[in-house]
Structures are given as C-alpha cells and as structure tokens.
C-alpha cells in the first residue's frame, strides 16, 4: 500500500508540473500573434506614408500639366495680340490673358507647396521605413524567442506525458479513478500532507489514533471533511510517540 501511495504521489508531481507547463504555453500563441500584428501596424504606417508621398507626387505631375498647358494657351493669347483689330477685341484679349497668367501664377504656387509637401513626406517614408525595420528587428527576435520556448515547453509536455503514461500503468486502477475522481472535483490536489494533527487540504483536525495509522502507511486514509487522500506530512502531530 506504501508502495501505490508513493506512485500516487509522484503521480500528482507530474500533474502539477504539466498544470505549470500548460500554464506556461496557454499564452504563448497570443504573445506571438500580438507581436504580429505590431509588425503589421508597422507595416501599415510605412504603406500610408509611402501612399501620401506617391499622392503628392501624382498631384504634382497633374499640376505641372496643368501648367504646361497653361503656359501653351498663355503664348497662344498673346500671339493674338499682334493681329487684333479692334480696341474692343484687344480689351478681350488682355482680360484673357490677364486670367490665364493669374492662373498659371496660382499653378505655380500650388506646385511650390506641393515640392515642400513632398519633400516631407519624403523624409517621412523614409523615417517610417527605417523605424519598421528596426522595430521588426526586435520584434522577430522576440518572435523567435518565444517559438524556442514554445518548442521547449512542448518537449517538456511530451516527455511528462510518457513519464505520467508509465507511472500510471502501475497504479491500481481503482487507486488512479480515485484519485482522478477528487482532481476532478476539487481542481487541485487529490493527496495532501497531515501535518499536527490537520488535513492540510481543509485544516480539519484528525483523531490521533487515525494519525498514527495514517503514518503508518498501511493503508488509504480520505480526510472526513474534503475527501482528500492524506499521507504523512512531518514530525510532530498528535498522537506520535
């Protein structure tokens, strides 16, 4: 009876260490996805400051067709001038062309602030760019950090799962129901240490003759206040000669 005990014991060390070890990859995947998508919301920064730099750009080509037509149309008007007739004709003409130079000026102007705004977005993209490539520097080392200790975590399960596997195939199956039926329902621990005299699972206080038994070894002791299989704990507890 000692015997299945002691295989009880190192039964609940194994279940422990995979409650640990589960606990230690449960958030594993989520670390990971979240550094992810920080790589992501990198990415996508870069991809709106490169947008709004090839927006400028695009504004500036359209503007300086703007202008070159305005320019053509401007030369044309004023080619005009040397076979107009009319004063009337002439008033026309210098309105026109009086238009069409405040228009062109106005062309311009946009395309001097359109060069300042691509200078910045310029200097932009290309701060976004170097920070991304920092930022995804660390990040995939972080990655690959975390996917080492996942790797090891998941050797680490394997191997407790063979330990649990063979540990279990010696313990007497109504033993091993036993004990899975108190971690089912208490959700912890199934053997706890009497330690004075007190079930150290529910702190109820045993007989000392139940005490001494309990030491003894020779057979399976529940504690009357939370079913919990006890097992000597120590020196010193009631009953002990």
Do not use: H
């Amino acid at each position: 009876m000692r015997e299945q005990l002691e295989l009880l014991l190192k039964l609940q060390e194994i279940d422990n260490t995979l409650t640990d070890l589960e606990g230690e990859t449960q958030d594993l995947p989520e670390r990971i996805a979240d550094l992810r998508r920080q790589i992501e919301l990198t990415d996508t920064v870069v991809k709106e400051q490169e947008t709004a730099l090839e927006t400028a750009k695009r504004d500036r080509t359209k503007l300086e067709n703007d202008l070159e037509d305005a320019n053509v149309k401007l030369d044309g008007l004023k080619s005009k001038q040397l076979v107009i007739k009319t004063n009337e004709e002439y008033a026309a003409l210098q309105t026109e062309i009086q238009y069409t130079t405040d228009a062109t000026s106005k062309i311009e102007d946009s395309i001097l602030i359109l060069l300042e705004q691509i200078e910045g977005a310029s200097a932009d993209a290309v701060a976004a760019r170097q920070s991304a490539a920092d930022s995804r520097g660390v990040i995939e080392a972080e990655i690959a950090e975390l996917d080492r200790e996942m790797g090891r975590l998941t050797e680490a399960l394997t191997i407790k799962r063979d330990e649990r596997v063979r540990v279990a195939m010696n313990i007497d199956e109504r033993m091993r129901e036993r004990y899975e039926r108190i971690i089912e329902s208490k959700g912890d621990q199934a053997l706890v240490p009497l330690v004075d005299g007190f079930c150290t699972g529910c702190y109820k206080k045993l007989p000392s003759q139940q005490a001494i038994e309990i030491r003894r070894g020779e057979k399976f002791f529940e504690c009357g206040g939370c079913g919990r299989i006890l097992y000597w704990g120590g020196e010193g507890q009631d009953g002990e000669e």
